[in-house]
């Protein structure tokens, strides 16, 4: 996929400490979340993955099967608990849905100053969030991991489908990145 070949061009080269917010078509997201967590998985000790989107036991047969290395991903799994599927595994915290925004925030930062080595994190799906919570209520969030990670010399990245829903709100979250890419559908990288 070109589009692809693109991501991977805008990253190339980015400061390890870039916050990154990623545009994207629904039909190209999950692709481009796979490729995402691999190129950063490849550039960092551990990654905390905040997972709106798929559960912890999909996550990691996915990252398997695309050469991922599992032992370095601390997954935020926000779906498994209201469904009553939480499994003991050492690299996973069952958060109770996608509006326990403290929670959410404590385990990051406790991921953050807990684990040894160079980190990232990576949001898979702003928009899933914004379905679930006050659009400012989630920017307030979203501000405040953002600052924890610079405090402490932390990357990732924030995926959002391109629609027209809560732009005010994704444009303001956007602004707050170090750099803005626009991957799979009419615009360009």
Request: charged share 25%.
């Amino acid at each position: 996929m070109e589009a692809i070949e693109k991501l991977q061009e805008a990253l190339n080269g980015l400061p390890d400490d870039y916050i990154v917010f990623i545009e994207t078509s629904a039909e190209d997201s999950f692709e481009v979340s796979t490729l995402l967590v691999k190129y950063f998985s490849s550039k960092n000790d551990r990654g905390i993955i905040l997972s709106a989107n798929r559960p912890y036991v999909n996550l990691i047969s996915v990252y398997e099967k695309n050469d991922i290395d599992v032992s370095k991903m601390f997954i935020l799994d926000c779906l498994s608990k209201t469904q009553h599927a939480d499994f003991p595994a050492d690299n996973v915290t069952f958060i109770e849905n996608l509006s326990a925004l403290t929670d959410i925030s404590l385990s990051i930062e406790e991921h953050i100053n807990g684990t040894p080595g160079k980190k990232f994190i990576f949001v898979d799906s702003l928009t899933t969030m914004l379905i679930h919570n006050k659009p400012y209520v989630l920017a307030r969030f979203i501000h405040n991991i953002f600052t924890k990670m610079r405090l402490k010399g932390v990357g990732g990245v924030v995926i959002s489908l391109q629609d027209n829903s809560n732009r005010d709100i994704k444009a303001e979250i956007a602004q707050l990145c170090d750099k803005v890419i626009k991957i799979g559908y009419t615009s360009s990288v």
